[in-house]
């Protein structure tokens, strides 16, 4: 990172910063009530205090204009490739919008809800991507700031921007699946014309009744599984690619006795044994998406950590001038044939009449550029300061913490959540040890003996790793409470 910024003199600063930023990232509250939790802090940074809060805040900033966002997203990248590559198998990839919300009293583009008294709720929308490694967890790979409400193919059009991100899912995945929210035809074709093997649900439904034609297979329970040709999304396809639809019943555990079935919508040709579990197949997105994005709420990864509001269009109005653009390279196109097909034996008669239909929609043009632009501008919160770099480092963190857990043992372990870590480790009290061969941190034991054996887990895990603190070995060990427990006799 002080490569990227230019200044490698301050590369000591840059890491006693960023393990600050590390320490206070995943804590509910702001700025504020991050220093206030950093008693630890100067154990990593060699100070004799915490940073001030505001110190932290903007170095942070600092490290976000001069380039931070982008080394840091990198690592995150780079710790869901490697662990897929590892693997040696494809991997899923989902991909999902959060909205999160905020609150200001200068008007604002709002969130799903609007007014509230006389503060207004806006919103600030993240596409988050997300890495199911096979047989492994499912680790962060991208997030991207959009405008309030935003749709999902904005989100799935910043994944595949970068060409190098777009060559290695396209090497490296084998199935992306996004919810019901990037089921449209735009969002459909664009993903045909990129070659992404994607998997959806339609907004409609219907009954595997209602088809009379042989099956291409049935489920387990004898309901049967329509294949077909998905022809409303072809028709805007590019040449050469083969979306489908399935008919899958909605309920396939009540076998023949449910006739509603859902429409799956894919870009390429699922596998036999995916197409009969299909439902458990497009549901994995709850626990490798949704639950994953909960799990990070949980520790603070939807703090407003930058409140500074922008003056924009909305997303409505970037869409109707997109629209008109459109509509006005059509009409361009019409005066510029027009013009071309015009002999002088044309009567005047014949040629008002062909002017006519090409002045109206001049004039409806003009009208709807006009209503563009009265349109007023609000406020937004856009991605200039440090809010974007703390995001990608709260992913870096939650990668690192579950590529560890993964190599527990206990079953427990390997799905536990980060804010159940810090309950059973990281938050807990503890004394520390220094001398000249390391640092040894004992850790306050929690109460339950059932609890002890995860959090000593836990400890195993890291000690494994056999983690140093400024050039020092660090150990970690659970404390007895009864050892060092003093009666005081009065």
């Not at 649900?201 to 034609?213: D, G, N």
């Not at 429409?263 to 949704?290: H, I, S």
């Not at 008109?324 to 008002?352: C, Y």
Request: with cysteine.
């Amino acid at each position: 990172m002080a490569e990227v910024r230019g200044a490698r003199d301050d590369a000591p600063v840059i890491e006693r910063h960023l393990g600050a930023l590390t320490g206070r990232v995943m804590q509910r509250g702001g700025w504020v009530g991050g220093a206030r939790g950093a008693d630890a802090e100067p154990f990593g940074t060699g100070r004799r205090r915490p940073y001030d809060e505001s110190t932290l805040r903007k170095g942070a900033r600092q490290l976000a204009q001069g380039g931070g966002v982008e080394v840091i997203a990198r690592a995150v990248e780079a710790s869901a490739e490697q662990a897929v590559e590892r693997s040696g198998e494809k991997a899923v990839a989902f991909t999902d919008m959060f909205d999160q919300v905020y609150w200001s009293k200068k008007p604002a583009h709002a969130a799903p809800i609007g007014n509230r008294g006389n503060r207004l709720l806006g919103a600030t929308y993240f596409g988050m991507s997300f890495v199911q490694v096979k047989d492994g967890p499912a680790l962060a790979y991208h997030v991207s700031w959009h405008k309030p409400a935003s749709p999902l193919q904005d989100g799935l059009e910043a994944v595949y921007g970068a060409p190098r991100r777009a060559a290695w899912l396209k090497a490296h995945i084998r199935r992306h699946i996004w919810d019901r929210g990037g089921s449209g035809r735009p969002t459909l074709c664009w993903a045909l014309g990129r070659g992404i093997p994607y998997l959806t649900v339609s907004k409609k439904s219907t009954h595997w009744t209602r088809f009379r034609r042989q099956p291409t297979l049935r489920t387990r329970r004898r309901v049967p599984i329509f294949v077909q040709r998905d022809a409303h999304v072809a028709k805007g396809a590019p040449r050469g690619s083969r979306p489908q639809e399935v008919i899958f019943p909605a309920q396939p555990k009540k076998g023949r006795g449910a006739s509603r079935a859902l429409r799956y919508q894919t870009g390429a040709p699922l596998a036999k044994p995916e197409l009969r579990e299909l439902d458990q197949v497009y549901k994995a997105r709850w626990p490798a998406n949704e639950n994953a994005i909960k799990a990070l709420l949980a520790v603070g990864f939807d703090r407003n950590l930058d409140r500074a509001l922008t003056l924009t269009s909305s997303r409505g109005t970037d869409g109707r001038r997109a629209r008109l653009a459109a509509r006005q390279k059509e009409l361009d196109a019409k005066i510029e044939a027009a013009a071309q097909t015009t002999t002088p034996s044309s009567t005047v008669a014949k040629h008002i009449r062909k002017r006519q239909p090409v002045l109206r929609q001049t004039r409806a043009l003009a009208k709807e550029r006009a209503a563009i632009a009265a349109t007023p501008d609000k406020g937004a919160r856009m991605p200039a300061g440090a809010e974007l770099l703390c995001k990608n480092l709260i992913l870096l963190i939650y990668n690192m913490l579950a590529l560890l857990l993964m190599g527990s043992a206990l079953a427990e372990v390997r799905t536990m959540s980060p804010w159940r870590v810090q309950q059973l480790l990281l938050s807990r009290p503890f004394l520390a040890s220094t001398d000249t061969k390391g640092t040894l941190l004992l850790i306050d034991a929690v109460p339950s003996r059932s609890e002890g054996v995860l959090q000593q887990e836990l400890v195993n895990l890291i000690n494994r790793r056999a983690l140093s603190l400024r050039g020092r070995a660090l150990r970690l060990r659970i404390r007895d409470p009864a050892a060092t427990t003093t009666l005081l006799r009065f």
